[in-house]
T-cell receptor, first 112, second 114 residues
């Protein structure tokens, strides 16, 4: 299956700072999603982004499919942005219908 | 909004007990999944289902079974719980289409086996 690597594994920032999280994957993808896991364990969908760029408020994401990486940008960080950010790609040939393979995540801590 | 509901947020069971984890989704999705999440190991797929009464093994199916009697409900069963099944269990459903393919998760069930 496709391998997913995320960096950095841990990131500590002050409130108001900007950050970039990276996701590298080992093969071409038809499905790539970014999730945020809050401190209570809930996984929240951020972006479905197998290619291109999307923005949602202070968050944006870019996937360069030809170079096999995706970036998640968080601007003007707030303490509520703390948590673990996961990148995930399709597990098999079903475009996600047979599940996603997850990276190990980036643990982000925003300090007030 | 998609709603995936897991029946129990926290459970404590004893070794050897039979455990049922229930999951219901309200968006008529065909595909549903059970993952477990462990520190250092990330999220791993246990089983999934693409239709009623259909099931497929994921990457770590040993020690688990599943049931999908109705489209909206997908149950994970631990026939005889063991301490190494202490984990966070996450249910998800999948919405696929021409220009999307999103996985939606429930809130998780944290299981402790003593």
């Amino acid at each position: 299956g496709i391998q997913v690597e995320q960096s950095p594994p841990d990131l500590i920032l002050q409130e108001g700072a900007n950050s970039t999280l990276r996701c590298n994957f080992s093969d071409s993808v038809n499905n790539l999603q970014w999730f945020h896991q809050n401190p209570w364990g809930q996984l929240i969908n951020l972006f479905y982004i197998p290619s291109g760029t999307k923005q949602n408020g202070r968050l944006s994401a870019t996937t360069v499919a030809t170079e096999r990486y995706s970036l998640l940008y968080i601007s003007s960080s707030q303490t509520t942005d703390s948590g673990v950010y996961f990148c995930a790609v399709e597990r098999g040939s079903g475009g996600g219908a047979d599940g996603l393979t997850f990276g190990k995540g980036t643990h982000l801590i925003i300090q007030p | 909004d998609v709603k995936v509901t897991q029946s129990s947020r926290y459970l404590v069971k004893r070794t050897g007990e039979k455990v049922f984890l229930e999951c219901v989704q309200d968006m008529d999705h065909e595909n549903m999944f059970w993952y477990r999440q462990d520190p250092g190991l990330g999220l791993r797929l246990i089983y999934f289902s693409y239709d009623v009464k259909m099931k497929e093994k994921g990457d770590i199916p040993e020690g688990y079974s599943v049931s999908r009697e109705k489209k909206e409900r997908f149950s994970l069963i631990l026939e005889s719980a063991s301490t190494n099944q202490t984990s966070m269990y996450l249910c998800a459903s999948f919405h696929g289409g021409a220009d999307t393919g999103e996985l939606f998760f429930g809130e998780g069930s944290r299981l402790t086996v003593l």
